[in-house]
T-cell receptor, first 120, second 111 residues
């Protein structure tokens, strides 16, 4: 089945530094990837949608200069949190979509295992 | 603005009982309705999903009931087990676009 690998699973960084999170589709080509943020005991909130080879589309209220998304290939998308601050501490989850996947997975949304970011 | 409304926020069920979680939506363009299970520190995992041309779908102990006219859908977990204790999210999407998640239901199944 479709597998999405997300790394790192957790990271601690100092305030003011940048952190990069990778999201890879291992056995399919992901034309579209989604990045979500989840605060403790809350739901997943969509941050941005990225399509391979084009600029990401950010949701209202998400700072595009702070959360840099790159989707340079059909199997890799990265989220870079620039100049991280403690309020950026959260659980970041990517989702990749294989448009050719059918069956149980419906429209082919597959989630990574998430990255716990702690900014100190 | 929450496009998918989920209830209850939390649920306690005895082992062997039925867990029922409800969701409602407004956007009639939604054509994909999945349910996800999430354990602490993990990404959400797809449990079961339904499309609006079907009123019910069953996979093992999990059943989705879908009411298109009422714009509601629900998850039923039969014979609930302690291992089912997790947070459950309903979601809805228009084909090819991002999933819109409900706020989640924390389920606790007591022995």
């Amino acid at each position: 089945g479709a597998v999405v690998s997300q790394h790192p699973s957790w990271v601690i960084c100092k305030s003011g530094t940048s952190v990069k999170i990778e999201c890879r589709s291992l056995d399919f080509q992901a034309t579209t990837m989604f990045w979500y943020r989840q605060f403790p005991k809350q739901s997943l909130m969509l941050m941005a949608t990225s399509n391979e080879g084009s600029k990401a589309t950010y949701e209202q209220g998400v700072e595009k200069d702070k959360f840099l998304i790159n989707h340079a290939s059909l199997t890799l998308s990265t989220l870079t949190v620039t100049s991280a601050h403690p309020e950026d501490s959260s659980f970041y989850i990517c989702s990749a979509r294989d448009p050719f996947l059918s069956g149980k997975n419906g429209y082919g949304y597959t989630f990574g295992s998430g990255t716990r970011l702690t900014v100190v | 603005q929450q496009q998918v409304k989920q209830s209850p926020q939390s649920l306690i069920v005895q082992k062997g009982g039925i867990s029922i979680i409800n969701c409602a939506y407004e956007n009639t363009a939604f054509d994909y309705f999945p349910w996800y299970q999430q354990f602490p520190g993990k990404g959400p995992a797809l449990l079961i999903a339904i499309r609006p041309d079907v009123s019910e779908k069953k996979e093992g102990r999990f059943t989705i009931s879908f009411n298109k006219s009422a714009k509601q859908f629900s998850l039923h977990i039969m014979d609930s087990q302690p291992g089912d204790s997790a947070t459950y999210f309903c979601a809805a999407a228009v084909s090819g676009y991002a999933l819109n998640f409900g706020k989640g239901t924390s389920l606790l199944v007591t022995p």
